[in-house]
């Protein structure tokens, strides 16, 4: 295929799929098929979406524990884990990214589970494709703008970690820039082996640009099926305020707080939040796709490629 500039190319008018290979990356022009964690189960299709800077790894415990409730796939957001960089990451881009998804497969209407900014990548997804979406649940985000207070996460990422040999290197580098632990831990899950060093797997440059947290805004519309918004109370991403704004864009919305958990409650708090998942999946099966349970390639826990089907 010709190599192209990607910033000479209209990406509304690019087909799907459609390709650019610059260096050692290949990034996708309009809407992409997402990397997919199979986590089995039967029944409902429900999809789960990770936050800034994850993975759909950081969900497959909690995913395994909601089978049982559902049939549960995890997907990892553009420039994140091991689905394809694109330049852009806006709320739309994500949109379409989940309507190519939902439409590649028999998964329509879908259950949404997002975490942070995958539960307002679900939210958009729930306002611009309404006829897709069985119910969403937004865990610790509201529907309103965020302020970008990631420099220090965005400082780790920029540092060169060629140099390290083992993952106590990696730690040891990123502990003056990052000194809590757990947040340091979660985000050397994104270096992996480039051969005797490591490298990122995510698309900085576009994560440090991306909109997805400035919101759906005010006038976005409405999602009038069956919503959950899980807030958590030692984390400060939902206050009481919030209410009104998830109220507006989802008139159905349940809200529930997890009191002991900080904004990692698949960590602080997984039997809680097991529980509300649970209950909630429950709810919107009545109006979700169905699938049988998977078997062969495609069980429990096996990580599928953008073909899958």
């Not at 259950?111 to 307002?120: C, D, Q």
């Not at 991403?237 to 009104?244: G, I, L, P």
């Amino acid at each position: 295929m010709r190599r192209q500039e990607v910033g000479k190319v209209n990406l509304a008018a690019a087909p799907a799929h459609r390709r650019i290979v610059a260096g050692r990356l290949t990034r996708y022009l309009a809407p992409m098929m997402l990397h997919t964690r199979d986590l089995g189960g039967s029944g409902a299709v429900v999809l789960i979406l990770h936050g800034l800077f994850g993975s759909s790894q950081n969900w497959a415990g909690m995913g395994r524990r909601l089978a049982a409730a559902g049939r549960v796939f995890a997907l990892d957001l553009r420039n994140h884990g091991d689905s394809p960089h694109a330049p852009s990451m806006s709320l739309a881009d994500c949109a379409e990214d989940l309507r190519e998804w939902v439409s590649a497969r028999p998964a329509a209407p879908a259950i949404l589970i997002g975490h942070s900014l995958g539960g307002m990548a679900a939210m958009g997804f729930a306002m611009a494709h309404p006829e897709l979406v069985a119910g969403v649940c937004a865990i610790d985000i509201a529907p309103r703008p965020y302020p970008a207070d990631h420099a220090r996460e965005i400082a780790c990422l920029e540092t060169d970690i060629r140099g390290c040999a083992t993952r106590a290197d990696l730690d040891a580098l990123l502990a003056p820039m990052l000194p809590d632990a757990r947040e340091r831990a979660f985000l050397l899950m994104n270096a992996v082996r480039d051969g005797a060093g490591f490298r990122w797997r995510l698309n900085v440059p576009a994560l440090k640009t991306q909109t997805v947290s400035d919101g759906p805004g005010p006038d976005a519309g409405s999602f009038r099926g069956e919503s959950l918004l899980i807030a958590c109370g030692r984390s400060r991403y939902v206050r009481e305020e919030d209410h009104a704004a998830m109220l507006r864009h989802f008139p159905r919305a349940r809200i529930e707080t997890i009191p002991d958990a900080d904004h990692w409650p698949h960590v602080t708090a997984p039997d809680v939040l097991q529980a509300l998942l649970s209950e909630f999946i429950r709810r919107a099966a009545p109006a979700a796709a169905s699938l049988p349970s998977p078997t062969g390639p495609s069980a429990p826990g096996a990580t599928r490629s953008a073909a899958m089907q």
